[in-house]
């Protein structure tokens, strides 16, 4: 049987291989079911194949940035053991499938600083929420990745506070009182309504509205990746500061972790659950 085997040279010299054994010398082998393409011979009732390549599965063309052509049929089925488990799937070639449409991702942009606030804000109470609900189950490890998230975003918040009061976007107009005789100053501004951890109010006749953390309705929530970007921009240059935190209420012993405890007086302190 005829094959090509002046490597060397590139050039394509015919070669008759008159049994298997000398074809199988040359590098040849039997073609497989998944194998297609390469350099493939015919003999003795055999086909031959050197360099070829395999067709795999949809899933695995798919991690590889393609999808299948539409009405493709498999080129072929193969089968094996998954664990203890034996089964068969289909296979494709190259020319069956096509790179995925690439989705370009959207970078960080500046939005409004108030409603970039109001979602990290937001955002913190979740995964403060998140964090809780872990801890409950007894998830300790995704627990205290919520817990970091949250405050993370709680410092944020509290820098970026600091920075719009004392520039005069936001104004103090009163105090809200919570569980726990835990006070906190109302700040607002732009329609805005936000909450600021605070001591005990030295006035007497301090009054203790009961304002709710509040955003104009017609202004949506923007992407936490935006929110961050903004608030970054914002405080780029701006010495941090300390920012004032309730401290630790006391509390009976319990089966709960600290962590857990911790954010579950976070959840009464809440001034705007959801």
């Given at each position: 049987?005829?094959?090509?085997?002046?490597e060397?040279?590139?050039?394509?010299?015919?070669v008759?291989?008159?049994?298997?054994?000398?074809?199988?010398?040359a590098?040849?082998?039997h073609?497989?079911?998944?194998?297609?393409?390469?350099?493939?011979?015919?003999?003795?009732?055999?086909?031959?194949?050197?360099?070829?390549?395999?067709?795999?599965?949809?899933s695995?063309?798919?991690?590889?940035?393609?999808?299948?052509?539409?009405?493709?049929?498999?080129h072929?089925?193969?089968s094996?053991?998954?664990?203890?488990?034996?089964?068969?799937?289909?296979?494709?070639r190259?020319?069956?499938?096509?790179p995925?449409?690439?989705?370009?991702?959207?970078?960080p942009?500046l939005v409004?600083?108030?409603?970039?606030?109001?979602?990290i804000?937001?955002?913190?109470?979740?995964?403060r929420?998140?964090?809780?609900?872990?801890?409950?189950?007894?998830?300790?490890?995704?627990?205290?990745?919520?817990?970091?998230?949250?405050?993370?975003?709680?410092?944020?918040?509290?820098?970026?506070?600091?920075?719009?009061?004392?520039?005069?976007?936001?104004?103090?107009?009163?105090y809200?009182?919570?569980?726990?005789?835990?006070?906190?100053?109302?700040?607002?501004?732009?329609?805005?309504?936000?909450?600021?951890?605070?001591?005990?109010?030295k006035?007497?006749?301090?009054?203790?509205?009961t304002?709710?953390?509040?955003?104009?309705?017609?202004?949506?929530?923007?992407?936490?990746?935006?929110?961050?970007h903004?608030?970054?921009?914002?405080?780029?240059?701006?010495?941090?500061?300390?920012?004032?935190?309730?401290?630790?209420?006391?509390?009976?012993?319990?089966?709960?972790?600290?962590?857990?405890?911790?954010?579950?007086?976070?959840?009464?302190?809440?001034?705007?659950?959801?």
């Amino acid at each position: 049987m005829v094959g090509s085997d002046d490597e060397a040279t590139g050039s394509r010299t015919p070669v008759v291989y008159k049994t298997l054994k000398a074809a199988k010398a040359a590098g040849y082998r039997h073609l497989r079911v998944a194998e297609y393409a390469g350099e493939q011979i015919k003999l003795k009732g055999h086909t031959l194949v050197r360099g070829p390549q395999v067709a795999v599965s949809e899933s695995v063309w798919g991690k590889k940035g393609f999808r299948l052509r539409p009405g493709e049929k498999p080129h072929a089925k193969v089968s094996g053991y998954a664990g203890e488990k034996h089964r068969s799937w289909s296979v494709y070639r190259h020319d069956q499938v096509e790179p995925k449409r690439k989705v370009h991702l959207r970078g960080p942009e500046l939005v409004s600083l108030l409603a970039a606030v109001w979602t990290i804000n937001r955002t913190a109470k979740r995964y403060r929420e998140l964090a809780s609900s872990q801890y409950r189950g007894r998830r300790h490890g995704l627990a205290r990745h919520a817990r970091g998230k949250k405050e993370m975003l709680y410092a944020y918040k509290g820098q970026a506070l600091h920075y719009l009061v004392a520039d005069g976007t936001l104004q103090h107009v009163g105090y809200h009182r919570f569980p726990g005789d835990n006070w906190a100053e109302v700040l607002t501004g732009g329609g805005f309504t936000f909450h600021r951890p605070c001591p005990t109010p030295k006035q007497a006749s301090a009054e203790a509205r009961t304002m709710i953390e509040a955003k104009p309705r017609e202004i949506g929530e923007p992407r936490l990746t935006d929110a961050i970007h903004t608030v970054d921009e914002y405080l780029k240059g701006k010495d941090p500061v300390e920012i004032y935190e309730w401290p630790p209420r006391e509390r009976f012993r319990s089966s709960f972790s600290p962590e857990q405890e911790d954010d579950e007086a976070a959840e009464a302190w809440d001034p705007d659950p959801e």
